[in-house]
């Protein structure tokens, strides 16, 4: 797998759950949204190579999702009424408004917590979800056990959750 494929995969990761929801709010039946998803992710994979990475990846990928429901509702205008493509249109649009600002939000949340680890919990950081290495290869690197390496993982996802939700207490509701 090359890099930009890679790249894009990691990407569909974080977007998955908001492109879900988005198709979740337009496709009703749960078959028929799981099949509408999947062939979302599927043409997102097979578009990569078309991606520009200077333009929002959830804005990319909604837009395919957008195209699957188009050709999901056409296939089934048919059996019954169905939203309206503009209808869809205003929909993406405001998915991905409201999904960026708030991705936005937590992610700066997340880089104030990061901030708030030490050198070594930074690097162990880096090297699992940076550099995509399993605690195998970074116990190599570190001249760590491997179990350890996924112990001490751990313990950095719990003060990131800690933190988050501290920050997350401390801004009060939305």
Known sequence: MNEHTRTVMRQWTLAQPVVSAFITSIVRDFTDRD??????????LESSPRYDSARPFLAWALGIAQ??????????????????????????????????????????ELRECLLGLEDRERQLFELRYAQDLKPAAMGRILEMHPNTVSKALQRIRDQLRECLQRRAAMEGPA
């Open 35 to 44: 099949d509408v998803l999947q062939d979302t992710a599927v043409a997102v």
């Open 67 to 108: 195209n699957q429901i188009r050709l999901y509702l056409r296939r089934c205008s048919r059996d019954r009424l169905l939203l309206d493509e503009g209808l869809v249109e205003i929909v993406a649009a405001s998915f991905e408004r409201v999904s960026s600002a708030e991705h936005l939000r937590q992610l700066e």
